[in-house]
C-alpha cells in the first residue's frame, strides 16, 4: 500500500454545470451553477483553498447532516460503466467523455426535450447509481490553462434541447451493414415517424416518408413504419431533422498543445444527487490520482474500487452516503498495480474486486476489501486453446470485467495477442473465464494430440482443405475490440459491445468459451458510401441493462448514440444527444480511429485496438517481411510467427520457398506526440504523418489481402487526412501532474542535459525530447523468434509519457526504464558509466517527461 | 482414391467401425431415433436432472420455443438432456454401428439443435451433422474422441449429396471439450470457401450435479476483403 501523494489534495476548480433544455430552466443555470458552487465549495471545507494536504487524501465531504441519517446508498448495479439506468430505470445517465458532460436522458426516448446536460469538471469515465445518488469518475480536473485548452479541444457543450430521435428500426443478425449515400443514410438521422418530422425537414434532406418507405432509397429499411409506442406518446415533442451532414473534407485541424492539454490537478471520484430539474447536482468530491476510470460498489455502498488507467494506480475510497445532501468520501488504500488498470468488479459479499487491464493479462485483484484491502494478482492466461507452446500469450484491451451472479466465474472480454485462428494475423478477441474455485481459466488448452477427421473411402479425391485438421475456429469479428460487458441472469448470457464493428453480442455464458457460443449479434451502424464511416452507431462502448433484462441501451461513443434495443424483438430505438465539438475533418477521424470494418484502413482492426486511447498495447509485434528473397520492401505485421499463414500462390498451391523475415517494433505512443510535421516511423522514412498513416495502413493489412499499390489508395487518402486531423486536435494525451522536480529528479535532469551523458543532444526537450533523426545505432542482441535487422538506424523516439510505455527499446527488450537506462550502455548516449544514484536519478527525471 | 491422413488411419481402425456397416450409418444420420425409441430415463437420472432444473430453466429460455414453452398437447415433447446416468463410471467400448440406432436421442441444453442430431449410447455420444465437412477438437482431452464424415462432401458444394460429420465422444467426469464443425459456403460461380460451422461444448466438471452439451450457431461473418 502507498499513500497518495499530498500534491493530489489540490483545489477542484470547474464546478459541475448543468444544461438544461427548456429554455427557461436554461436561464436557471447561472444561478444553479452558482448554488453548486456554494455547495462545492462547502463540500470540500473551502471553496478557495480545498483540503488541506494531508498523509492521505481527505474526505471532500465532510458536512454534518442537518437531518438524520439514511442508510447508505446501495448500487443498482456494482460495475461502473458509461452509461447506467437511473431512478427506477427511467432515466438512463451518460458520461460523455468527449464534452466533459454527463447527459441525462429519458429512458422511454418519448421526450427527448427532457434530456439534461451536466457539465462536468473534467471527462467522466464510469458511472455506478446508487439510490439517488450516482458516483461518477473523472479522468481529469485540468490545471486552468488545460481547462482552457480542453475547451477548444471539445468544442461547444451539448445542446440538450438538440437531442432528438433517429429512425427506429428493427435490427438484422449478423455482421453485414451497408454502406449509404448521403441521400439514404440522411433517412436514418432524423426520426420520420415523428409527427412533424417531414413537414420541419430541413432544406436538402430528403423527403422522410418516402425515403422511408423506400427499399431503394434506404437498404436496411426500417420496419417499424408506425411511430413506436414511445414515440406516439402525446408528449412527444415534435422532431426536427438535423442539417444535411457536411462533407468531410476542408475544414482545418485545431492541434492542441501537449504540455498544456495534460496538465492536471488530479482525478476525481464526483457523487452527484438526483435533481429533478438540473439532472444532477454535486454532494461529494474526491481528488485522487489523475486518469481516475473504473468503478464498482461493495453491495453496501460503504466503499468504492477506482481505478487510475495511466497512473497504473488502484484506490480503496470509503463512502459516507447516509447524509441527505452531503457524501462524505476517503481514501481507504492505494495500491500500485501493472499498466492500465481498467474495468472493476466487485464479488457479493463485497470481500474481493478484480480489475482488468489494457495492458497484460493478469487481473488486479483486491482482497479483504470490506476490511483492511490487500493487493494480488489473478493470472488469467488469454484463449488457452487458441496458444501454441505453453508461454500464455499477452492480452490487451481489458476494458471490462464481470461476474456470474453466483461469483463461480469471472469474465475479461479482451484480445488475446497471438492466438491462432483460420484466419488470424494478429490474434483474436476472447472472452476468458477465470475458474474462481480453481483459479484456472474455465476453457482447456488445445491438446496437439487431437484427433484429425476421418475420411471415408467412398470419397473420390478430397480436396486437401478438406478435413483442414487442426483448424482452429476463425477470428469472432463480431468481438472485435470489446468494450463493455454484462451478465443476463435471465438468460445465462453475456451482453458484450464490440468498439471495432459496432456490434452488439450475446454470448452463451455457461460455455467455456463464450467467444464461440454466440448466440445473437446485431449490427448497430449505419456507414457512408466508401467510408466505413459510421453516421450513426458507431463504437459503442457502453451497456445499461433494464431491471427486467429485456432490454439494453447502447451508448456509441464515436456519434454520440443512445440505442435501446429490445432483446427479445431487436427492435431498436434511437436518440442523438450530441454531435461532435471538433472540426468536420477531426470528427471523421475520430469514427475512423476506432472502426474495424475497413479493409483499406484496418485489416480487420482499427487504430484503437493498438493505440487504445491513443496509448500502446505493450506489445512487440512482427513487422514481417514476407518472400524477402523476391521483395524487400513490403512488410505487414503479425502477432506471432505462427499466425503467418501459407499464402496461396495459385488456386490449390502455396508458395513453399518463401523466405520471411520478422523485425520487433513495439507499439509506440500516439496521443501528444503527433503534431510536429515530420518525419515519422522507426528510420524516419516517412516524411509526414500522412505518409506514415499510408505505410501504417500497408503495414496493418492481413498479409494475404493487400492492396496492389499505394495508388490504389486514392480514394482513401481524405479518409487518412481525417485521421490525421484526429491525432493532432482529438486524441488527447493522458493527464498528469505538475509538481516542481525533487531533488533527486533535478539530479536526473542534470545527467539528462549533461555533455557526458548526452541524452538531451537527440532527445531535445524543446521539440518533444526528439530531433526526429534517425541514427545508426549498434546492433541489439537478436530476441528470438526474430531476424537481424535490415536498417540500424533509428529515428530518437520522443520522450513524452515514457514512463508509462514499458517496454523500451524498438525490440521491447527492456521491461522498465532502470532497465533500459543500465543495459543501454554507451548505445544511446552513455549511461553505462553511471552509478546505480545517477540511474535512479535519471529515471526518476524521465518519469517526469 | 482414398487418401486418409497418415495420422488418422489408427483412428480409423480404432474406431472399431466396420465399413461394411457404411450403409447403415449414414442412413442413421439423416436424423435422430423416434421420440418414441427413447428409453425412459432412470430414476437416478431424474433426479440429477431435477437439480439442475433451474439452470435448464434459464438456459431453454434462449434454446427456442420448442424446449422452452410448454408443449401443447399435440406437439412432440422436447427431447431429454443429458444426465449423470448417461455417464458411466467404468468405461464401455464403443458401440458398434449397427447398435447406434438403440441409442436415446437427446438434446443441447443450450441452442438450437440443428443441423445436427445427438445420440447416447452405453457412455458414448454421437453427434451427426448434416451438411458439415469435418470436425475440430478444440480444446480438451482428446483420448476417446473419435472424428469422421462420410456422404459425398464435394457435392455439398452444389448443394447435392450432403456430407455428413460424425463426432463420437466418451462420456466421462471431468469432461471439458469444444469442438467446430467446418461448413462450406457455396458462392455459386465464386467457388466454395470453407468456413466455420457450429461449436459444440461437452462439460461435466467434477462439481456438476449434471453433464452439459451446449452447441452454438455458426458465428457472424464479414468479408473484409470485399468492402
Given at each position: 500500500?502507498?499513500?497518495?501523494?499530498?500534491?493530489?489534495?489540490?483545489?477542484?476548480?470547474?464546478?459541475?454545470?448543468?444544461?438544461?433544455?427548456?429554455?427557461?430552466?436554461?436561464?436557471?443555470?447561472?444561478?444553479?451553477?452558482?448554488?453548486?458552487?456554494?455547495?462545492?465549495?462547502?463540500?470540500?471545507?473551502s471553496?478557495?483553498?480545498?483540503p488541506?494536504?494531508?498523509a492521505?487524501?481527505?474526505?471532500?465531504?465532510?458536512?454534518?447532516?442537518?437531518t438524520?441519517?439514511a442508510?447508505?446508498?446501495t448500487?443498482t448495479?456494482?460495475?461502473?460503466s458509461?452509461a447506467?439506468?437511473?431512478?427506477?430505470?427511467?432515466?438512463?445517465?451518460i458520461?460523455?467523455?468527449?464534452?466533459?458532460?454527463?447527459?441525462?436522458?429519458?429512458?422511454s426516448?418519448?421526450?427527448?426535450?427532457?434530456?439534461?446536460?451536466?457539465?462536468?469538471?473534467?471527462?467522466?469515465?464510469?458511472?455506478?447509481?446508487?439510490?439517488?445518488?450516482?458516483?461518477?469518475?473523472?479522468?481529469t480536473?485540468?490545471?486552468?490553462?488545460?481547462?482552457?485548452a480542453?475547451?477548444?479541444?471539445?468544442?461547444?457543450?451539448?445542446?440538450?434541447?438538440?437531442?432528438?430521435?433517429?429512425?427506429?428500426?428493427?435490427?438484422?443478425?449478423g455482421?453485414?451493414?451497408?454502406?449509404?449515400a448521403?441521400?439514404?443514410?440522411?433517412?436514418?438521422?432524423?426520426?420520420?415517424?415523428?409527427?412533424?418530422?417531414?413537414?420541419?425537414?430541413a432544406?436538402?434532406?430528403?423527403?422522410?416518408?418516402?425515403?422511408?418507405?423506400s427499399?431503394?432509397?434506404?437498404?436496411?429499411?426500417p420496419?417499424?413504419?408506425?411511430?413506436?409506442?414511445?414515440?406516439?406518446?402525446?408528449?412527444?415533442?415534435?422532431?426536427?431533422?438535423p442539417?444535411?451532414?457536411?462533407?468531410?473534407?476542408?475544414?482545418?485541424?485545431?492541434?492542441f498543445?501537449?504540455?498544456?492539454?495534460?496538465?492536471?490537478q488530479?482525478g476525481?471520484?464526483l457523487?452527484?444527487?438526483?435533481?429533478?430539474?438540473?439532472?444532477f447536482?454535486?454532494?461529494?468530491?474526491?481528488?485522487?490520482?489523475?486518469?481516475?476510470?473504473?468503478?464498482?460498489?461493495?453491495?453496501?455502498?460503504?466503499?468504492?474500487?477506482?481505478?487510475?488507467?495511466?497512473?497504473?494506480?488502484?484506490s480503496?475510497?470509503?463512502?459516507?452516503?447516509?447524509?441527505?445532501?452531503a457524501?462524505?468520501?476517503?481514501?481507504?488504500?492505494?495500491?500500485?498495480?501493472a499498466?492500465?488498470?481498467?474495468?472493476?468488479?466487485?464479488?457479493n459479499?463485497?470481500?474481493?474486486?478484480?480489475?482488468?487491464?489494457?495492458?497484460?493479462?493478469?487481473?488486479t485483484?483486491i482482497?479483504?476489501?470490506?476490511?483492511?484491502?490487500?493487493l494480488?494478482?489473478?493470472?488469467?492466461?488469454?484463449?488457452?486453446?487458441?496458444?501454441?507452446?505453453?508461454?500464455?500469450?499477452?492480452?490487451?484491451?481489458g476494458?471490462?470485467?464481470v461476474?456470474?451472479p453466483?461469483?463461480t466465474?469471472?469474465?475479461?472480454?479482451?484480445?488475446?495477442?497471438?492466438?491462432?485462428?483460420?484466419?488470424?494475423?494478429?490474434?483474436?478477441?476472447?472472452?476468458?473465464?477465470?475458474?474462481?474455485?480453481?483459479?484456472?481459466?474455465?476453457v482447456?488448452?488445445h491438446?496437439?494430440?487431437?484427433?484429425?477427421?476421418?475420411?471415408?473411402?467412398?470419397?473420390?479425391?478430397?480436396?486437401?482443405?478438406?478435413?483442414?485438421?487442426?483448424?482452429?475456429p476463425?477470428?469472432?469479428?463480431?468481438?472485435?475490440?470489446?468494450?463493455?460487458?454484462?451478465?443476463?441472469?435471465?438468460?445465462?448470457?453475456?451482453?458484450?459491445?464490440?468498439?471495432?464493428?459496432d456490434?452488439?453480442?450475446?454470448?452463451?455464458?455457461?460455455?467455456?468459451d463464450?467467444?464461440?457460443?454466440h448466440t445473437?449479434t446485431?449490427?448497430l451502424a449505419?456507414y457512408?458510401?466508401?467510408?466505413?464511416?459510421?453516421?450513426?452507431?458507431?463504437?459503442?462502448?457502453?451497456?445499461?441493462?433494464?431491471?427486467?433484462?429485456?432490454?439494453?441501451?447502447?451508448?456509441?461513443?464515436?456519434?454520440f448514440?443512445?440505442?435501446?434495443?429490445?432483446?427479445?424483438?431487436?427492435?431498436?430505438?434511437?436518440?442523438?444527444?450530441?454531435d461532435?465539438g471538433?472540426?468536420?475533418?477531426?470528427?471523421?477521424?475520430?469514427?475512423l480511429?476506432?472502426?474495424?470494418?475497413?479493409?483499406?484502413?484496418s485489416?480487420?482492426?482499427a487504430?484503437?485496438?493498438?493505440?487504445?486511447?491513443?496509448?500502446?498495447d505493450?506489445?512487440?509485434?512482427?513487422?514481417?517481411?514476407?518472400?524477402?528473397?523476391?521483395?524487400?520492401?513490403?512488410?505487414?505485421?503479425?502477432?506471432?510467427?505462427?499466425n503467418?499463414?501459407?499464402?496461396?500462390?495459385?488456386?490449390?498451391g502455396?508458395s513453399?520457398?518463401?523466405?520471411?523475415?520478422?523485425?520487433?517494433r513495439?507499439?509506440?505512443?500516439?496521443a501528444?506526440?503527433?503534431?510536429?510535421?515530420?518525419?515519422?516511423?522507426?528510420?524516419?522514412?516517412?516524411?509526414?504523418?500522412?505518409?506514415?498513416?499510408?505505410?501504417?495502413?500497408?503495414?496493418?493489412?492481413?498479409?494475404?489481402?493487400?492492396?496492389?499499390g499505394?495508388?490504389?489508395?486514392?480514394?482513401?487518402?481524405?479518409?487518412?487526412?481525417?485521421?490525421?486531423?484526429?491525432?493532432?486536435?482529438?486524441?488527447?494525451?493522458?493527464?498528469?501532474?505538475?509538481?516542481?522536480?525533487?531533488?533527486?529528479?533535478?539530479?536526473?535532469?542534470?545527467?539528462?542535459d549533461?555533455?557526458?551523458?548526452?541524452?538531451?543532444?537527440?532527445?531535445?526537450?524543446?521539440?518533444?525530447f526528439?530531433?526526429?533523426?534517425?541514427?545508426?545505432?549498434?546492433?541489439?542482441?537478436?530476441?528470438?523468434?526474430?531476424?537481424?535487422?535490415?536498417?540500424?538506424?533509428?529515428?530518437?523516439?520522443?520522450?513524452?509519457?515514457?514512463?508509462?510505455?514499458?517496454?523500451?527499446?524498438?525490440?521491447?527488450?527492456?521491461a522498465?526504464?532502470?532497465?533500459?537506462?543500465?543495459?543501454?550502455?554507451?548505445?544511446?548516449?552513455?549511461t553505462?558509466?553511471?552509478?546505480a544514484?545517477?540511474?535512479?536519478?535519471?529515471?526518476?527525471?524521465?518519469?517526469t517527461? | 482414391?482414398?487418401r486418409?491422413?497418415r495420422?488418422?488411419?489408427p483412428?480409423?481402425?480404432?474406431?472399431?467401425?466396420?465399413?461394411?456397416?457404411?450403409?447403415l450409418?449414414?442412413?442413421?444420420?439423416?436424423?435422430?431415433?423416434a421420440?418414441?425409441?427413447?428409453?425412459?430415463?432412470?430414476a437416478?437420472?431424474?433426479?440429477t436432472?431435477a437439480?439442475?432444473?433451474?439452470?435448464?430453466?434459464?438456459?431453454?429460455?434462449?434454446?427456442?420455443?420448442a424446449?422452452?414453452?410448454?408443449?401443447?398437447?399435440s406437439?412432440?415433447?422436447?427431447?431429454?438432456?443429458?444426465?449423470?446416468?448417461?455417464?458411466?463410471d467404468?468405461?464401455?467400448?464403443?458401440?458398434?454401428?449397427?447398435?447406434?440406432?438403440?441409442?436415446?436421442?437427446?438434446?443441447?441444453?443450450?441452442?438450437?439443435?440443428?443441423?445436427?442430431?445427438?445420440?447416447?449410447?452405453?457412455?458414448?455420444?454421437?453427434?451427426?451433422?448434416?451438411?458439415?465437412?469435418?470436425?475440430?477438437?478444440?480444446?480438451?482431452?482428446?483420448?476417446?474422441?473419435?472424428?469422421?464424415?462420410?456422404?459425398?462432401?464435394?457435392?455439398?458444394?452444389v448443394?447435392?449429396?450432403?456430407?455428413?460429420?460424425m463426432?463420437?465422444?466418451?462420456?466421462?467426469?471431468?469432461?471439458?471439450?469444444?469442438?467446430?464443425?467446418?461448413s462450406?459456403?457455396?458462392?455459386?460461380y465464386?467457388?466454395?470457401?470453407?468456413?466455420?460451422?457450429?461449436?459444440?461444448?461437452?462439460?461435466?466438471?467434477?462439481?456438476?450435479?449434471?453433464?452439459?452439451?451446449?452447441?452454438?450457431?455458426?458465428?457472424?461473418?464479414?468479408?473484409?476483403?470485399?468492402?
Amino acid at each position: 500500500m502507498h499513500v497518495v501523494p499530498p500534491m493530489l489534495s489540490a483545489v477542484p476548480r470547474r464546478p459541475a454545470r448543468t444544461s438544461l433544455s427548456p429554455a427557461p430552466l436554461r436561464r436557471l443555470s447561472m444561478g444553479a451553477a452558482l448554488a453548486l458552487v456554494a455547495l462545492i465549495g462547502c463540500s470540500s471545507g473551502s471553496s478557495t483553498t480545498g483540503p488541506a494536504p494531508s498523509a492521505q487524501p481527505q474526505a471532500s465531504a465532510s458536512a454534518a447532516p442537518s437531518t438524520p441519517a439514511a442508510p447508505a446508498r446501495t448500487p443498482t448495479r456494482r460495475e461502473g460503466s458509461a452509461a447506467v439506468l437511473f431512478d427506477s430505470d427511467s432515466s438512463v445517465v451518460i458520461a460523455d467523455e468527449v464534452h466533459d458532460a454527463l447527459i441525462v436522458a429519458p429512458a422511454s426516448f418519448a421526450d427527448p426535450s427532457l434530456t439534461r446536460v451536466v457539465q462536468l469538471p473534467g471527462p467522466p469515465a464510469q458511472i455506478v447509481a446508487a439510490g439517488d445518488l450516482v458516483f461518477v469518475t473523472v479522468r481529469t480536473l485540468p490545471e486552468p490553462d488545460a481547462e482552457a485548452a480542453r475547451a477548444i479541444v471539445r468544442g461547444p457543450a451539448p445542446d440538450p434541447s438538440a437531442a432528438h430521435r433517429l429512425l427506429p428500426e428493427t435490427l438484422g443478425p449478423g455482421l453485414e451493414a451497408p454502406y449509404l449515400a448521403p441521400s439514404e443514410y440522411r433517412v436514418f438521422l432524423s426520426d420520420s415517424t415523428a409527427p412533424s418530422a417531414a413537414a420541419s425537414a430541413a432544406p436538402g434532406a430528403a423527403p422522410a416518408s418516402s425515403a422511408a418507405g423506400s427499399s431503394a432509397a434506404a437498404p436496411s429499411a426500417p420496419v417499424s413504419a408506425a411511430p413506436s409506442a414511445a414515440g406516439s406518446s402525446a408528449s412527444a415533442a415534435p422532431q426536427s431533422p438535423p442539417p444535411p451532414k457536411k462533407k468531410p473534407g476542408g475544414t482545418k485541424p485545431r492541434p492542441f498543445d501537449t504540455a498544456v492539454v495534460r496538465k492536471s490537478q488530479g482525478g476525481l471520484l464526483l457523487a452527484l444527487r438526483k435533481d429533478p430539474e438540473k439532472g444532477f447536482t454535486e454532494t461529494g468530491r474526491l481528488l485522487l490520482p489523475p486518469d481516475a476510470w473504473g468503478l464498482a460498489l461493495t453491495p453496501d455502498g460503504r466503499r468504492a474500487v477506482v481505478s487510475h488507467a495511466w497512473s497504473a494506480t488502484v484506490s480503496v475510497v470509503d463512502i459516507d452516503s447516509t447524509a441527505p445532501s452531503a457524501t462524505s468520501m476517503k481514501v481507504a488504500a492505494s495500491f500500485s498495480t501493472a499498466r492500465e488498470p481498467r474495468g472493476v468488479t466487485v464479488t457479493n459479499d463485497g470481500k474481493t474486486a478484480y480489475v482488468s487491464h489494457l495492458v497484460g493479462s493478469d487481473l488486479t485483484r483486491i482482497d479483504a476489501l470490506d476490511a483492511a484491502p490487500k493487493l494480488a494478482v489473478s493470472a488469467l492466461p488469454p484463449a488457452p486453446h487458441r496458444t501454441r507452446g505453453k508461454t500464455p500469450l499477452p492480452a490487451s484491451l481489458g476494458y471490462a470485467v464481470v461476474l456470474s451472479p453466483d461469483d463461480t466465474r469471472l469474465f475479461a472480454p479482451r484480445h488475446a495477442i497471438g492466438a491462432e485462428a483460420s484466419d488470424a494475423w494478429w490474434g483474436v478477441p476472447v472472452v476468458d473465464v477465470l475458474d474462481r474455485k480453481t483459479g484456472q481459466p474455465a476453457v482447456a488448452p488445445h491438446d496437439k494430440r487431437s484427433p484429425t477427421t476421418v475420411l471415408r473411402d467412398d470419397i473420390p479425391d478430397p480436396p486437401d482443405w478438406h478435413a483442414w485438421a487442426g483448424r482452429l475456429p476463425a477470428v469472432a469479428r463480431a468481438l472485435v475490440q470489446p468494450r463493455a460487458a454484462l451478465y443476463r441472469k435471465k438468460t445465462d448470457t453475456l451482453l458484450i459491445a464490440g468498439e471495432g464493428m459496432d456490434t452488439l453480442v450475446e454470448l452463451d455464458a455457461l460455455a467455456p468459451d463464450p467467444a464461440l457460443f454466440h448466440t445473437t449479434t446485431l449490427s448497430l451502424a449505419k456507414y457512408d458510401t466508401f467510408g466505413h464511416d459510421p453516421v450513426r452507431g458507431g463504437a459503442p462502448t457502453a451497456l445499461a441493462l433494464t431491471a427486467d433484462e429485456r432490454s439494453v441501451y447502447v451508448y456509441c461513443a464515436s456519434t454520440f448514440d443512445l440505442v435501446k434495443i429490445d432483446l427479445d424483438t431487436h427492435k431498436s430505438e434511437w436518440l442523438r444527444l450530441a454531435d461532435d465539438g471538433l472540426p468536420d475533418d477531426a470528427a471523421q477521424g475520430r469514427r475512423l480511429y476506432s472502426n474495424a470494418r475497413s479493409a483499406e484502413l484496418s485489416g480487420g482492426l482499427a487504430c484503437s485496438a493498438c493505440h487504445p486511447d491513443g496509448r500502446d498495447d505493450g506489445y512487440v509485434w512482427r513487422e514481417a517481411l514476407l518472400d524477402a528473397e523476391h521483395d524487400d520492401t513490403d512488410a505487414v505485421f503479425l502477432g506471432f510467427r505462427s499466425n503467418m499463414k501459407r499464402r496461396s500462390t495459385g488456386p490449390f498451391g502455396f508458395s513453399p520457398n518463401e523466405k520471411n523475415r520478422y523485425y520487433p517494433r513495439q507499439t509506440p505512443m500516439l496521443a501528444g506526440r503527433v503534431r510536429a510535421p515530420g518525419p515519422y516511423g522507426w528510420h524516419a522514412e516517412a516524411r509526414t504523418l500522412i505518409d506514415r498513416l499510408v505505410r501504417g495502413f500497408r503495414l496493418h493489412r492481413a498479409p494475404w489481402d493487400r492492396p496492389a499499390g499505394l495508388g490504389d489508395l486514392g480514394p482513401y487518402l481524405h479518409k487518412i487526412d481525417s485521421l490525421a486531423d484526429f491525432l493532432q486536435s482529438g486524441l488527447l494525451p493522458p493527464p498528469t501532474v505538475a509538481h516542481p522536480l525533487t531533488d533527486q529528479e533535478k539530479r536526473g535532469k542534470e545527467i539528462f542535459d549533461s555533455e557526458e551523458a548526452q541524452c538531451a543532444k537527440c532527445h531535445v526537450p524543446d521539440t518533444g525530447f526528439t530531433d526526429r533523426t534517425a541514427y545508426p545505432i549498434r546492433a541489439l542482441p537478436v530476441q528470438d523468434g526474430f531476424d537481424p535487422e535490415r536498417n540500424q538506424s533509428f529515428k530518437t523516439p520522443s520522450l513524452l509519457f515514457i514512463a508509462g510505455t514499458a517496454p523500451y527499446f524498438h525490440d521491447g527488450s527492456q521491461a522498465t526504464l532502470e532497465d533500459l537506462i543500465k543495459n543501454n550502455g554507451t548505445r544511446m548516449g552513455d549511461t553505462g558509466r553511471l552509478s546505480a544514484e545517477d540511474r535512479a536519478a535519471l529515471v526518476a527525471y524521465l518519469s517526469t517527461l | 482414391m482414398l487418401r486418409l491422413p497418415r495420422s488418422a488411419r489408427p483412428t480409423l481402425l480404432l474406431a472399431g467401425t466396420a465399413l461394411a456397416g457404411v450403409a447403415l450409418a449414414t442412413a442413421s444420420f439423416g436424423g435422430p431415433p423416434a421420440p418414441s425409441a427413447t428409453p425412459t430415463a432412470t430414476a437416478a437420472a431424474t433426479a440429477t436432472a431435477a437439480a439442475t432444473a433451474a439452470a435448464t430453466a434459464s438456459a431453454d429460455a434462449t434454446a427456442g420455443a420448442a424446449s422452452s414453452a410448454a408443449p401443447a398437447a399435440s406437439a412432440p415433447a422436447p427431447l431429454p438432456l443429458l444426465t449423470a446416468a448417461d455417464v458411466l463410471d467404468t468405461p464401455a467400448p464403443m458401440p458398434a454401428e449397427e447398435d447406434w440406432p438403440q441409442g436415446k436421442a437427446v438434446r443441447p441444453l443450450r441452442g438450437a439443435p440443428e443441423p445436427c442430431t445427438f445420440t447416447v449410447l452405453r457412455g458414448w455420444l454421437r453427434i451427426v451433422c448434416k451438411d458439415r465437412l469435418g470436425a475440430n477438437l478444440v480444446s480438451g482431452d482428446p483420448t476417446d474422441v473419435k472424428l469422421a464424415v462420410t456422404g459425398y462432401p464435394t457435392g455439398t458444394w452444389v448443394g447435392v449429396s450432403p456430407a455428413f460429420t460424425m463426432i463420437t465422444i466418451r462420456l466421462r467426469r471431468g469432461a471439458n471439450q469444444i469442438l467446430s464443425l467446418l461448413s462450406v459456403l457455396v458462392a455459386g460461380y465464386g467457388g466454395a470457401e470453407p468456413i466455420d460451422g457450429e461449436a459444440i461444448a461437452f462439460l461435466y466438471g467434477e462439481d456438476q450435479p449434471a453433464p452439459l452439451l451446449l452447441i452454438s450457431k455458426p458465428a457472424a461473418r464479414l468479408d473484409l476483403s470485399g468492402n
